[in-house]
């Protein structure tokens, strides 16, 4: 069995007494402050995707 690659987050540009841990996935993100947010922008984008609108083509 492969494990699967390492998840590569940006680092957070904010300043660092905004800065949090990931609420799932532990890595450092913008959590407090404005725009903060408890989940990073990969597991935030992992949780929305399936809340997103399917694109549909018109005939």
């Known amino acids: ?3 699967p690659a ?3 987050t940006p680092a957070p540009t904010c300043p660092p007494d905004q800065v949090g841990l ?3 996935c ?3 993100t913008h959590r407090y402050g404005f725009g903060g947010n408890p989940l990073c922008p990969v597991c935030r984008e992992a949780v929305l995707a399936p ?3 399917k694109k549909t ?3």
């Open 26 to 28: 532990h890595k450092p």
């Open 51 to 53: 809340q997103k609108p």
């Open 6 to 8: 390492p998840r590569i």
């Open 57 to 59: 083509m018109a005939a």
């Open 22 to 24: 990931c609420a799932k």
């Open 1 to 3: 069995m492969t494990t």
